[in-house]
């Protein structure tokens, strides 16, 4: 589902033409663009221009924008940090979050006696509001396999999380009593607590996980982490074992030391398949040393593990399909190989997102100590006319700045890739760039787009052999 949808029209309106202008190159933007763009009249795109810029002051003081009468120029605040402000500022003004606390708060879908007294809403705007609320939560929950309750629980997590939003003067109890949370980073803390939050708040209004929604053995129960709630071994015992299965996907837990048996026994045959589909496909990409023995095996009990509790939580994933496209340009052998091995396990098991799916696995690959990227790898020489300093200098901006999977030298061979100089020579068929000294902006995207090209005629060319 759409997040933005959440909230009001108006304002869902002003956070597109944001990201319109945000992602607009040009320093001065014609209203006619924009009005092409967002496909909406002058009149409107000029009253969501001054609204949004009027909202924009409020939260940092400044306007964001001049707005001319054909022209839009954004300030220097008009950026993607003050996108997500804005984004949060109007997620807590919306309808919708106010019916998400009320539901964690009363247990139970709010009635109109209830709304009116506390919000004054008429009673056209309440149900206007709550059949909004049903089709987000139907169109969120509907290509999940987890209970009513875990649906809901993922439906609201996820809506605060992607605006970036959090109950205020809410008690931190939760998180003092579990060690191992208290190294983890702010944004791992973040979802660890607003989950403990949602929990805690379902728990006390007789709301609970069932089995149908656990994947994991019961033996990865942590029973102390929930001790604070009132309620019986049995139910502890499930809810913990929800909030352990959650931490594993979300990465607050490392899902590398799961392995076939930290699942429940109708979930380790599962596990298995899944494991010898993807070692089947990927085996043309293992070296046969014997050193990356035990890489394989923590990487495939990984994959397997990420594929199995994909089917049974919820984690919104927008920002990850926006980002596939760069493995597609970097790494097109791997990326080739990864879409195969997904649509592989696809046939076996099901797979609720698929782009997630093909995320977790490309990274987790990437990230392994397999050299797994080594055929999208580019030779790059860099020679530069003022000699081993000059080349040594740009040998450390490039290793500091470039992340591109590129091998870099200072000599010309035959296996070299692109030849990076501040002087033209003459060799045929030597992709060669141009560099001043020290590079300008241009010269990095000039650099990257001609890597990224060498990398896709690379992998075409292999299709045609």
Not at 55 to 77: C, F, Q, R
Not at 236 to 261: A, H, K, P
Not at 414 to 430: A, N, R
Request: aromatic share 14%; with cysteine.
């Amino acid at each position: 589902m759409e997040f933005l949808n959440i909230l009001n029209d108006f304002e869902r309106d002003k956070i597109n033409l944001f990201t319109a202008i945000l992602d607009n190159p040009n320093s001065e933007i014609e209203l006619g663009s924009l009005q092409d763009s967002m496909n909406m009249s002058r009149y409107k795109i000029t009253n969501l221009l001054e609204s949004l810029n009027y909202d924009i002051k409020l939260l940092t003081e400044y306007p964001g924008m001049v707005i001319n009468t054909h022209t839009v120029i954004p300030a220097k605040n008009f950026s993607r940090h003050t996108l997500s402000m804005t984004k949060k500022y109007y997620f807590e003004l919306s309808p919708i979050r106010i019916l998400m606390v009320e539901i964690l708060s009363g247990g139970d879908f709010p009635s109109f006696q209830k709304i009116e007294i506390k919000y004054s809403w008429p009673k056209t705007f309440f149900y206007q509001q709550k059949n909004k609320y049903d089709k987000l939560y139907k169109e969120f929950s509907l290509t999940r396999y987890a209970d009513e309750e875990a649906s809901l629980r993922y439906f609201i997590y996820n809506s605060f999380v992607f605006f970036g939003a959090f109950p205020q003067k809410i008690e931190r109890l939760s998180m003092r009593n579990f060690n191992a949370l208290q190294t983890i980073s702010n944004i791992q803390k973040f979802k660890a607590e607003l989950m403990l939050w949602i929990i805690e708040k379902r728990v006390w209004n007789k709301k609970f996980i069932s089995d149908s929604s656990l994947v994991i053995a019961n033996e990865l129960a942590e029973p102390s982490l929930l001790s604070f709630l009132p309620i019986s071994r049995k139910k502890l015992l499930r809810e913990s074992l929800f909030v352990i299965q959650f931490y594993y996907y979300t990465g607050i837990f490392n899902v590398e030391e799961l392995t076939v048996n930290s699942f429940k026994k109708e979930e380790r045959e599962n596990f298995k398949k899944i494991t010898l589909v993807f070692l089947d496909d990927i085996k043309d990409l293992i070296s046969k040393n014997d050193s990356y023995q035990d890489e394989v095996a923590k990487l495939c009990n990984e994959i397997s593990s990420q594929v199995i509790l994909d089917k049974i939580c919820f984690i919104q994933t927008d920002q990850f399909s926006l980002n596939i496209q760069y493995f597609a340009d970097v790494y097109p052998f791997l990326d080739n190989k990864v879409r195969r091995v997904v649509d592989e396990i696809a046939q076996h098991w099901v797979l609720p997102d698929k782009k997630r799916a093909y995320f977790n696995i490309i990274t987790s690959m990437l990230t392994s100590k397999i050299p797994f990227s080594k055929r999208d790898q580019v030779s790059l020489c860099i020679d530069f006319s003022g000699g081993p300093y000059v080349n040594s200098y740009i040998l450390s901006l490039f290793k500091s700045y470039v992340n591109i999977n590129v091998s870099v030298s200072n000599v010309l061979t035959s296996e070299t890739d692109l030849y990076l100089s501040d002087q033209y020579i003459e060799y045929h068929l030597l992709n060669q760039v141009i560099w001043l000294k020290p590079p300008t902006p241009l010269d990095w995207a000039e650099l990257g787009e001609k890597i990224v090209e060498i990398k896709q005629r690379k992998y075409q060319s292999s299709k045609t052999n």
